[in-house]
């Protein structure tokens, strides 16, 4: 549910925001224009920058985030990406200021970037309301509210970019979460930052227990069998991205639970199959996805869990795009990236955030 909303909201913003793409080609002042980046980007970083600047140090301490952290999320939403730049502050003679001393402003294609982005988490959702009916949606957010509220550790409105192993990013309990936003209350939150809440609170309890990540169990790992797949085909078994299946591949083929063959040998076309260790962790994979949700059930109650359960699987139908109402409003316009290429048979099973731009299924 959260990579529809994901989708579509992003298709929104490519339509509405000036900003290049490797696909494009040469665009008049295609320099000053901003890099296209997924919804992930605006809710853990640009929506901290006010329209007046703020000084590193300042958002820094907002975001929660480490020196090196900050770092990384300057040199692609600035260097890299287009969107802030970081301006010297007058420091009486210091020739070379420490960076916590600068002051982060939007550039022209990021203001305009922020502009269209503030509203529109809002709009898809009005969209979701005449979609699948104001009160589903409404059930939807009083039990994720109910949910949410009930965790002992404050998390972030956006699932963070996959780390190593693609493992979810646990919350520091020593550290300074983000800011809340300026209402402070988690039942004014979009639907997208209670549905990140509650699909990281259970990646993280799932990967203290588990070897491999709930990203590559619950996409690759869980479509992969003895017999064997065509490699080609598992990005759309598992409805994420080539470059993310290389990257769980390679896991995989590294902790040897998948073996990978020419059939005929010396032959381009390649197969995966589970290896012994493989289907053992796929079997530990759905065991501990059994064990956490009675733990849940235990911890925030059989209604709170079941009443979630009816409503994600309403929305989700089938899963397929003839059978599953998130593919309504997933249909690419003319113009924008995802029409060029191959559409999805299915949506991944746990979003893949890449350091790419944070798309939810890797691209």
Known sequence: MLVSFTVEFDNEFERRTPHRTTGQGPLPDSRRLPWLV???????????????????AELQRRLGFTSAEMRWWLTRMGTWWGYVVVEAEPTGGDANPPLSKGIVRLTTGG?????????????????????????????????????????DVRLPDSLPILGYGLFSKSPDRRRRAPAEPETGSISSLPLPALLSRALLAFAVEYEAEADMSLAIGANVLRVLDEKGIGVQRLSRLAGISKPA?????????????????????????????????????????????????????????N?????????????????????????????????????????PDTLPHYPMLLHRGGYPDGS
């Open 38 to 56: 997924s919804m992930a980007m605006w809710v853990t970083f640009m929506q901290f920058v006010p329209d007046d600047g703020i000084r590193v």
């Open 111 to 151: 203001r305009k970037a922020v502009e269209v982005w503030r509203p529109l988490a809002a709009e898809i959702e009005t969209r979701w309301h005449g979609r699948f009916g104001t009160r589903e949606i409404e059930q939807l957010r009083a039990v994720l509210y109910e949910l949410v509220g009930q965790f």
């Open 245 to 301: 299946i290389d990257m769980a591949m390679g896991i995989l083929q590294k902790n040897r639970l998948v073996s990978v063959d020419a059939i005929p040998r010396g032959s381009r076309t390649k197969i995966t199959r589970l290896t012994p260790q493989g289907r053992k962790a796929q079997e530990r994979y759905r065991q501990l996805l059994g064990n956490l949700e009675a733990r849940w059930r235990s911890r925030f109650g």
């Open 303 to 343: 209604d709170t869990i079941d009443r979630l359960r009816e409503s994600l699987e309403r929305a989700a139908g089938d899963g397929t795009v003839k059978g599953s109402p998130l593919f309504r409003g997933l249909t690419p316009y003319s113009d924008g990236w995802r029409a060029s290429v191959p559409q």
